[in-house]
């Protein structure tokens, strides 16, 4: 496979099924593939975990209209990575320059799970991905489990480099920068702070200058 997104990919049934099962219910939701968002040309590349069943699997953009993107965008914002602090619809005329943002699974999982051949199945999508975006330069992978399709989108064991919140590794010419995801549940238990992620963020701005 050489393409980074297919929208009518259905190569793991059981997220397929979730997808048409919530669409029957959800008749307005996007309910398909997430595609990428963002700077065709960015220094910095953003891998989430899967899209969110009232976020991006509603909206068709990675982190829009979900908790998890407050953080995210807000802080993108604050960087200048992003036109807006706050992303709820895909045609908000938000705009990111210099990131670009993407899954690790690009379909919505029963319970926010994908499951590990899920995940391995999807890696080839963020292969021709990494592959299309020469510029580059820094990976921030939300959660363990964004961290280790990146390794594995790099040819790399699992336990090639270990995950750990702000761990920074090289791979190759280009840097990976651990954090840990944005959830509502990572911000509410304050597994996440805000101080920490922009600590996060504005390091990767300074490596992907």
């Not at 969110?52 to 699997?57: T, Y």
Request: glycine fraction near 8%; hydrophobic fraction near 40%.
């Amino acid at each position: 496979m050489n393409i980074a997104y297919d929208p009518a990919c259905r190569r793991c049934p059981r997220l397929a099924g979730f997808l048409d099962e919530v669409k029957r219910e959800r008749a307005d939701y996007f309910c398909k593939p997430v595609p990428p968002f963002g700077d065709p040309r960015a220094r910095l590349l953003i891998v989430g975990l899967a899209p969110g069943k009232h976020g991006a699997n509603r909206t068709g953009r990675p982190f829009t209209g979900d908790h998890a993107g407050i953080l995210l965008y807000a802080t993108l914002h604050r960087f200048g990575f992003a036109t807006a602090p706050q992303s709820v619809r895909h045609d908000d005329r938000l705009e990111l320059h210099g990131a670009r943002i993407t899954n690790a699974v690009k379909c919505l999982p029963p319970q926010n799970k994908p499951r590990p051949a899920e995940v391995a199945t999807c890696n080839a999508f963020l292969r021709a991905e990494l592959a299309a975006s020469g510029e580059a330069r820094v990976i921030l992978a939300l959660g363990a489990i964004a961290h280790g399709a990146v390794l594995r989108a790099c040819g790399l064991k699992a336990g090639a480099h270990r995950f750990a919140h702000g761990a920074l590794h090289r791979l190759g010419e280009r840097l990976l920068l651990d954090s840990y995801h944005c959830s509502r549940y990572n911000t509410q238990t304050r597994r996440l702070t805000p101080e920490m992620f922009d600590a996060v963020v504005a390091r990767a701005a300074q490596l992907a200058a």
